[in-house]
């Protein structure tokens, strides 16, 4: 015959141990998964879903900007690397909200590193100033982007025509 004793130390252990899975397993079933939603452009015109990923060349990027009725120059007037701040100022918060309007949002990519790139719009209506459309991109994605005029009274809006 055996005996076996049990402390009470290890019956705590035991339950505490079992609800902490039984708590975990209720939330893997019950919680709903949140993926990042795809960004929904502001589009008015006929054209299929906007696609921000798979922006690896040039013609990509240009090719991206056409979606929006954009026609560029091939080669962009600017490349450079810039970093998303940590913490907002007013500013950047406020070109965050624009970003938010196009379905994007750079909170996200707070303290990366991301490519910006200017192309100079060839095709701009109602506007005699150069125009362009700066994209940044990370891992080869769009997560950010806007047109604006080089004139200093000028305007900048969403990459969607406002």
């Known amino acids: 015959m055996f005996v076996r004793s049990v402390r009470a130390s290890t019956l705590k252990f035991a339950s505490i141990a079992a609800l902490a899975v039984l708590a975990i397993l209720t939330l893997i079933l019950f919680i709903p ?3 990042s939603p795809a960004p929904a452009a502001n589009v008015t015109e006929n054209t299929s879903e906007i696609r921000f990923d798979k922006i690896k060349t040039a013609g990509d990027r240009v090719q991206f900007l056409s979606q929006f009725g954009y026609v ?4 962009p ?8 701040p940590k913490e907002f100022d007013k ?11 196009e379905g994007l ?7 990366k590193k991301v490519m910006r790139y200017t192309y100079k719009i ?3 209506e109602g506007y005699s100033e150069p125009v362009y459309a700066n994209l940044l991109v990370y891992k080869n994605k769009v ?12 305007f900048a809006h ?5």
């Open 91 to 101: 500013v950047f918060a406020a070109y965050n909200e624009l970003q938010k309007g």
């Open 33 to 35: 998964s949140y993926e």
């Open 72 to 75: 560029v120059e091939e080669t």
């Open 143 to 154: 997560v950010g982007g806007d047109v604006c005029s080089a004139d200093p009274n000028g």
């Open 77 to 84: 007037v600017e490349e450079c690397e810039v970093t998303i």
């Open 158 to 162: 969403g990459l969607s025509k406002a």
């Open 122 to 124: 060839t095709n701009y």
């Open 105 to 111: 949002d750079l909170a996200r990519y707070k303290g």
